[in-house]
């Protein structure tokens, strides 16, 4: 982690690649693993605009997971339900990405991209209360 300060450019840019990944994972056409790898990838964008907000970027090897870690510190406790949910995704994430194929069934398809729009909802909250600077 180092020291951060965010802007709403920043914010904006990454909050549309959340909204693309999650309108993407919705595409009947696209296998389950990769509607389930899409609807993953807009949970650490998410978490990123949060750690952001707090006036961090993570650095380094392993961003993924320090970044799922993060979230969920500045968040509160009421999101590590959500931290461990989605820290099992991100193992199931990179079997998809790197190791087989058909790892992903459908239902954890949908379950993970209905988790992942009730955080984006989350944060939205989130920012608007303690860093209502920033407009989504």
């Not at 339900?81 to 998809?96: D, L, P, T």
């Not at 087989?100 to 239902?107: D, I, K, T």
């Amino acid at each position: 982690m180092k020291a951060h300060k965010t802007s709403q450019e920043e914010l904006q840019a990454l909050y549309a690649v959340v909204e693309r990944d999650l309108n993407d994972a919705r595409i009947p056409e696209l296998s389950t693993d990769r509607r389930f790898a899409t609807a993953y990838n807009a949970v650490p964008q998410l978490a990123t605009m949060v750690i952001a907000c707090a006036g961090y970027r993570v650095v380094g090897l392993g961003h993924h997971q320090t970044t799922l870690r993060a979230f969920s510190i500045a968040m509160g406790a009421s999101v590590s339900g959500y931290a461990a949910h989605f820290e099992q995704c991100r193992r199931k994430r990179n079997q998809v990405d790197y190791d087989m194929a058909n790892v992903a069934s459908e239902s954890e398809a949908e379950d993970l991209l209905e988790k992942a729009q009730e955080f984006k909802e989350l944060v939205r909250t989130w920012i608007k209360k303690h860093h209502p600077q920033f407009r989504l």
